[in-house]
């Protein structure tokens, strides 16, 4: 399972813009299930369920991760593909010049001292490329994780 998931096209948001597709990967991300389980638990017709979890596996949004036979049926067993979805920084613009600008997020993990010099290697990377057109704005946040 990937942390991230970018969702990197319209047709993808739109499909997992539905509150109830979004109630059915809340129950897959507990643990993995079939559609039938979904259907038990929530109450609903299993053709719903299956239709949702078809839209949901077309778009990437999840996956089948096991087989099972039970008697003449096989059992499928479905699955998000990632721990969270993010819509990509270029598929909302609205403006030209928003097209211009690049967001990127990486998640890193250091211990304390690769972390001092992770940042003075930062501030000189970021020195020198500003000198260059010297109107480059930079954000950059350092969040300590609590996970060891």
């Not at 990197?8 to 059915?24: E, G, M, T």
Request: charged share 35%; aromatic share 8%.
């Amino acid at each position: 399972m990937l942390d991230i998931l970018v969702i990197d096209n319209l047709a993808q948001l739109k499909c997992v813009s539905d509150p109830f597709r979004i109630k059915l990967l809340e129950l897959l991300s507990e643990n993995e299930k079939t559609g039938q389980q979904l259907a038990d638990e929530l109450n609903i017709p299993r053709a719903k369920i299956h239709y949702h979890l078809r839209e949901l596996e077309k778009y990437g949004i999840i996956e089948m991760v096991k087989t099972e036979q039970k008697h003449s049926i096989i059992q499928k067993f479905y699955s998000p593909t990632a721990k969270q979805l993010l819509p990509s920084p270029d598929l909302l613009k609205f403006r030209e010049e928003e097209s211009k600008k690049e967001a990127f997020t990486f998640k890193l993990q250091l211990d304390n001292g690769d972390l001092n010099d992770f940042k003075k290697d930062l501030k000189k990377f970021l020195k020198k490329s500003s000198e260059k057109s010297g109107d480059e704005h930079y954000k950059i946040t350092v969040i300590p994780s609590s996970e060891q």
